[in-house]
Structures are given as C-alpha cells and as structure tokens.
C-alpha cells in the first residue's frame, strides 16, 4: 500500500476529509466515480460540486450553521477556505459562485503531492485498507447493495426534491421586483402573484402531474426540504406562511399576496434559483404551472426540479462515537451517508473523520467533540440511540433536553462563546500531534 489511508467520495465531505489528512501529512487516495458513471444529480466531474442550491445557509454566529461554519473555520476546512473565496452577495445567507466553488476545490486537491486521485466506482468494502466512506445520498446503488449486505436492513434511504433554476432574462422584469428579506435588495428577484392568482396557482400545483417514487414506502420525504405541491397538499394558506410568504420585503407591490423568491446561481446573475422551491413535478407540469406566475410566462428552464433517492446509514445503529462502522473497525464515515443533512453539515462530519482517522493511524488521542460544539451536536446525533432516526440540519434543537419539565431558550451568544472555546483547544490539541509523522 503506497499511500496511508483511502477516502471513498469526492464530494464535500471527502474533499474536506483528503485535504484535512494532507494537511496533517497523511497520504491520500482518493476515489471519485465521476465522470466515468455519473450520478442522477451530479453535473460535472469536479470535486465539491455543489448539486442544488448555491447557498450555505447563515453566517451570523447566533445561527447553528453560522456557528458551524466558524467552528470550521477555526479547525482550517479547506472547502469553507474555498467557500469564502467565491462568495456571491445574497443578504443575510452565505451564497457562492459553484463553478468557481468547485473550481477551487478541484484545484486544491489536484494540485496537492499527498493525493492521488483515482477516478473509479468503489463497490466492495476493503476491511484490510483504512478508509473513509463518503459516498453520499447518492451512493452508488452497486456500492449500496454492498452496504446493505455489510451492514444490514439498518441501511435506509428516502426520497428528497432539487429546485429548478430558470434563465435570467427569461424573467418578465415588468412583473417582478427586487427586495431582500434583510440585506442588499439587489440579491433576489421577487415575483409576486395577487390572492386570486394565487389560490389558482395553489389549486394548479395540487392537481398537476408528479413523479412519484415506486412504493408508498419509499414516498417519504425529508420535511426539511418538502417538495412545494406536498406543502400545498397540506393546505391552501400553507404556501403563504412557508417559502411564498410575503413578509419582511420592503417595497413590495399593495395587492402582493404571496411571493416566490429568485437567488442568482451564479456571479453574472445570468442563472437564478427558485429559493425554496423544490418540486418532483413532471417537467411539461412544471412549465405550465410555474409558467402561470406572471413573472415567469415566459421563463426559460436551465434546469428542471426533480426528485431524486437520498441514501444514509441509520448512524446510530452502526456507527462509533468517532464515526468508525462497528463491525469495521479503521474504516470511518463521513458526510450525508452517516445521517446528516446540509453542504456544511456534510462538511463538518467529513472534518471530524479525518482528525480520529488521523489520530487512530497516528497513535493519538482522538479529539472529542462535546456537545457543548455545533459539531459535537452533529456527531451526537448521528451516534447516539433515537426512536425516528432521519438525516438532521445543524440546529439548536439537537441539544439533549435538560431534566425536568421546562426547557430554557438556549443562550445562543454564550453557546457560541463557549463552543469557539473548546474548538480552539482541539485546533490547539491538533497542531501539536500532527508534527508527529509516524502512522500507526
Ligand atoms: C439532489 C440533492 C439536493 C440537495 N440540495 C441541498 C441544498 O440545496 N443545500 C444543502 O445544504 N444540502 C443539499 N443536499 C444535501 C447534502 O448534504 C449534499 O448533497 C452534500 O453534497 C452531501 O455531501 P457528501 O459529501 O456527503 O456527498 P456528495 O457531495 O454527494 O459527494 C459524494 C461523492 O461520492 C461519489 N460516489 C458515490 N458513490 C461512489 C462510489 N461507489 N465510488 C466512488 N465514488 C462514489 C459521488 O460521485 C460524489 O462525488 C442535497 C442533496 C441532494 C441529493
């Protein structure tokens, strides 16, 4: 074996994962699949590619991801690193160029003399080799067989939805105004529709013709990203208090009852988004109901919403404190495949491989992360026991409940503070070790 461990995955988390390890001398080899068998989402053949939204949630300190971010940030990740060289402006979220994104990340990691890049489907588990899986929700089904054949029917899976982007000039700029919820107004296009239009849109998305996946089993969706005609199917005023709702804008029309943000996807603002607008619609169906808000009539589709499989591990049936598979021992996981969800969550669990793979093949003690940390909730939940175990965004509500009857509103400013703190002593923890160079 001419390298010192292997990380399956070149997504966020194991790019973050290959970098971290480089950067503490180990050797690196990295599999990535694409472009020799592409996912159902992917879109390129770079590392980090960004496959939906081009936003990483808050940056504001007092916000779980903003905290998770800095946590990052103080522990060095290479993809926040990337992350914050090609930001885009986009009022209070963190949003970024993904081409120049993945550029960057792709860039580092080729240019890097401890990775060696093997672009091939992984689709039997080494136990001989110390590895980290970071596969993703869209694993690939062969290597997902083979998981489930390893691990047993604790291997889960449910059905997410992407957003679809449309061409900026395709927008009818008579229909629609800027205005920000908080921040410069320049970052989002609103297209607002009156009440009547809006119940017939509602009525429209009800009724109109979606892509279901095969069994009532596998038709359960993450409620953190429903699609928008499962939200309408749950109320026709439930659109309006959810992503369409119209509160916060400054200077929006007076008949404005609902609204449907656009975010640009990228720094020319030639490609927008529709924020929050995830839908598994059939593609004609998402021409023609989004086509009845006035602003898009005519809007032109870069790319169209879909639905799509979403795979992860029950983590806390098969997986150690330090993110190793019980019945593998050296071989670690990392990312959504372990039970969160998010860009940044996803980055955070490939960052914390990497520093116990480090410490194990180094002989150290691993660093642990209290629940004191963002990062330390994430690796607790993806760890610990619970009854409905389903993929978790960094929040505040991952804290262990108190004893007793009432809870207390979380300090979110002393949290922080004390969180930095103890993020600091395992940065601090890491730069002494990783001057040692013998693995183990
Ligand atoms: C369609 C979709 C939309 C999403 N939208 C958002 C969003 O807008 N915002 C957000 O915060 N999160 C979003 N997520 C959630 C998620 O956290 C991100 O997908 C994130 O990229 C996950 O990071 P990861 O590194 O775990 O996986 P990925 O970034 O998917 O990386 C996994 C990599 O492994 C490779 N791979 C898979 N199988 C094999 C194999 N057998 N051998 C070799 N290589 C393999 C893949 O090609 C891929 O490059 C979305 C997820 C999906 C599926």
């Given at each position: 074996?001419?390298?010192?461990?292997?990380?399956?995955?070149?997504?966020?988390?194991?790019?973050?994962?290959?970098?971290?390890?480089?950067?503490?001398?180990?050797?690196?080899?990295?599999?990535?699949?694409?472009?020799?068998?592409?996912t159902d989402i992917h879109e390129t053949d770079r590392f980090g590619e960004l496959v939906c939204s081009n936003s990483l949630g808050s940056d504001a300190l007092r916000d779980a991801r903003g905290l998770l971010k800095a946590e990052l940030?103080?522990?060095?990740?290479?993809?926040?690193?990337?992350?914050?060289?090609?930001?885009?402006?986009?009022?209070?979220?963190f949003a970024v160029d993904k081409n120049q994104f993945s550029g960057l990340v792709t860039q580092s990691i080729q240019s890097n003399p401890l990775i060696s890049v093997r672009r091939e489907e992984y689709r039997r588990l080494d136990s001989s080799v110390p590895t980290i899986l970071a596969t993703g929700p869209l694993t690939s089904p062969d290597f997902l067989d083979e998981l489930r054949k390893r691990l047993g029917r604790e291997n889960l899976f449910f059905y997410d939805a992407v957003a679809p982007s449309i061409w900026?000039?395709?927008?009818?700029?008579d229909s629609s105004f800027l205005s920000s919820r908080g921040g410069d107004a320049a970052d989002y296009l609103n297209c607002p529709l009156t009440r009547e239009e809006y119940y017939?849109?509602?009525?429209?998305?009800?009724?109109?013709?979606?892509?279901?996946?095969?069994?009532?089993?596998?038709?359960?969706?993450?409620?953190?990203?429903?699609?928008?005609?499962?939200?309408?199917?749950r109320g026709d005023d439930a659109l309006r208090f959810g992503p369409m709702r119209p509160i916060g804008l400054r200077e929006r029309p007076e008949d404005c009852f609902a609204v449907i943000q656009l975010r640009k996807e990228n720094r020319e603002g030639t490609v927008l988004g529709l924020v929050g607008f995830q839908t598994s619609l059939a593609i004609a169906e998402q021409q023609r109901v989004l086509g009845m808000i006035p602003a898009l009539r005519n809007a032109e589709f870069v790319r169209y919403g879909l639905i799509h499989r979403n795979a992860f591990l029950r983590g806390p049936s098969v997986l150690s404190q330090d993110l190793q598979l019980r019945a593998f021992p050296r071989i670690w996981t990392a990312g959504q495949l372990c039970?969160?969800?998010?860009?940044?969550?996803?980055?955070?669990?490939?960052?914390?491989?990497?520093?116990?793979?480090?410490?194990?093949?180094?002989?150290?003690?691993?660093?642990?992360?209290?629940?004191?940390?963002?990062?330390?909730?994430?690796?607790?939940?993806?760890?610990?026991?619970?009854?409905?175990?389903?993929?978790?965004?960094?929040?505040?509500?991952?804290?262990?409940?108190?004893?007793?009857?009432?809870?207390?509103?979380?300090?979110?400013?002393?949290?922080?503070?004390?969180?930095?703190?103890?993020?600091?002593?395992?940065?601090?923890?890491?730069?002494?070790?990783?001057t040692n160079k013998t693995v183990l």
């Open positions: 074996m001419d390298f010192d461990i292997r990380v399956v995955g070149g997504g966020l988390a194991g790019s973050e994962a290959a970098l971290s390890l480089a950067r503490l001398g180990l050797s690196v080899e990295l599999w990535e699949m694409r472009p020799l068998h592409q940030r103080l522990l060095g990740s290479a993809i926040v690193g990337c992350a914050d060289a090609s930001r885009l402006p986009a009022g209070k979220a900026a000039h395709s927008v009818d700029r017939t849109f509602v009525h429209a998305l009800q009724s109109a013709r979606r892509h279901l996946p095969e069994t009532p089993h596998e038709q359960k969706y993450f409620e953190g990203c429903l699609p928008v005609e499962e939200i309408a199917r039970g969160v969800d998010g860009y940044m969550e996803s980055t955070a669990l490939g960052l914390v491989a990497a520093l116990n793979a480090a410490a194990t093949l180094r002989g150290f003690p691993r660093p642990v992360f209290s629940v004191q940390t963002m990062m330390g909730l994430l690796v607790d939940y993806v760890t610990q026991e619970r009854a409905d175990f389903q993929p978790a965004n960094a929040n505040y509500g991952l804290l262990p409940l108190e004893p007793g009857p009432k809870q207390k509103a979380v300090d979110r400013e002393a949290f922080a503070v004390a969180a930095l703190k103890h993020i600091r002593h395992i940065a601090d923890e890491v730069e002494a070790w990783s």
